[in-house]
């Protein structure tokens, strides 16, 4: 357990600090969740390696940086609604509902919806919402969102989220015309106008779905 605290304070320092996400509470949040316990016994080592790790059914927990860059870009609060597209092993929405948020968030392969689902109980995050979904589509009873973030890549803005975002909202997304050839957008919704803002190239698993491949 030591070895493991040890590996996470290392990570936020070296991993983030060191490059330039300075924002406390996102810091504190990384800092708090035991990314180890989000992946299979047998990975819990490299969990904190500054790379992604193997969810299984071919899917990836992305790398600590990049977590902690998209929960920076979000600026989230208190208390804010906050829709994630793609669960996976559930660390994202984790690391989002220890900063008191009430989070939503879809995943469309049924074998990590349910681990993720009993994974977040179990750790008593009440303040989390999974659903079993094509999540293009969002998740349209509980819009809007004054927060949306989507961990996979899709070809396009899937127009439904561009829709279940409040104004003022903001979206973080990986969008790119090819596989594994994306940028990371952070868009804005105020005053009914939409504007993004391009935070660099990426590499997520991918979007699919009506709005994705
Ligand atoms: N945020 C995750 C990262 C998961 S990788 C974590 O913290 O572990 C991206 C996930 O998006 C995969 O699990 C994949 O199955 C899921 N995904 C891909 N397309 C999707 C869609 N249309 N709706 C919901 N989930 C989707």
Redesign the pocket.
């Known amino acids: 357990m030591k070895g493991f605290l040890r590996n996470r304070e290392r990570m936020v320092r070296e991993q983030i600090e060191a490059r330039g996400v300075t924002d406390p509470r996102v810091l504190a949040a990384m800092r708090q969740i035991p990314r180890h316990l989000?992946v299979d016994e047998a990975l819990q080592a490299q969990a904190y390696g500054d790379h992604p790790v193997p969810?299984g059914?071919g899917?990836?927990?992305?790398q600590p940086y990049i977590?902690a860059l998209m929960t920076a870009l979000l600026m989230v609060r208190p208390q804010m609604r906050i829709l994630?597209?793609?669960?996976?092993?559930?660390?994202?929405?984790a690391i989002l509902a220890s900063m008191d948020a009430q989070v939503f968030t879809?995943?469309?392969?049924k074998q990590?919806y349910a681990i993720?689902r009993s994974r977040l109980l179990e750790m008593k995050f009440f303040n989390v919402r999974v659903k079993l979904?094509?999540?293009?589509l969002g998740w349209p009873e509980h819009s809007p969102f004054d927060r949306i973030i989507v961990?996979?890549g899709g070809p396009e803005v899937p127009s439904p989220l561009l829709e279940q975002l409040a104004d003022p909202g903001i979206m973080v997304i990986p969008v790119g015309p090819t596989k594994r050839e994306q940028r990371l957008l952070r868009i804005f919704k105020k005053d009914g106008r939409i504007h993004q803002e391009d935070q660099g190239g990426v590499a997520?698993?991918?979007?699919?779905?009506s709005h994705?491949w």
């Open positions: 989000f969810i059914l899917q990836t927990l992305s977590v994630e597209i793609g669960t996976g092993s559930g660390y994202q929405a879809v995943e469309r392969i990590l993720a979904d094509d999540g293009t961990t996979a997520f698993v991918d979007l699919v779905g994705g």
